[in-house]
Nanobody
Framework: QVQLVESGGGLVQPGGSLRLSCAAS???????MGWYRQAPGKQRELVAT???????NYLDSVKGRFTISRDNAKNTVYLQMNSLKPEDTAVYYC????????????WGQGTQVTVSS
């Protein structure tokens, strides 16, 4: 079975940076990799996605600050987060889908990102 391991979360001051990683084990290939986040009392939202070909999409509020990337050989997706704001505080989850026909895909365990002074 596929296992996803997330890392890179933590506490950072406003304006700081963090880099999240999500590595998948197994032999499954994923066409779509993405990051979601959910803050307490808030709806889960899609932050960014990247396809196997490198096409990306971002939540409007993170455009210009976050960069999603992937290493296909390592089955790993990254989220570089710069100029962090308190409203970025949330649990971040990676999500890996084999294709658009995969309705849910595989999920990471979540990593806490806290932006606070």
């Amino acid at each position: 079975q596929v296992q996803l391991v997330e890392s890179g979360g933590g506490l950072v001051q406003p304006g700081g940076s963090l880099r999240l990683s999500c590595a998948a084990s197994g032999r499954v290939n994923f066409n779509i990799m993405g990051w979601y986040r959910q803050a307490p009392g808030k709806q889960r939202e899609l932050v960014a996605t990247i396809t196997s070909g490198g096409s990306t999409n971002y939540l409007d509020s993170v455009k210009g600050r976050f960069t999603i990337s992937r290493d296909n050989a390592k089955n790993t997706v990254y989220l570089q987060m710069n100029s962090l704001k308190p409203e970025d505080t949330a649990v971040y989850y990676c999500n890996l889908r084999r294709a658009t026909w995969d309705p849910s895909g595989y999920w990471g365990q979540g990593t806490q990102v806290t932006v606070s002074s």
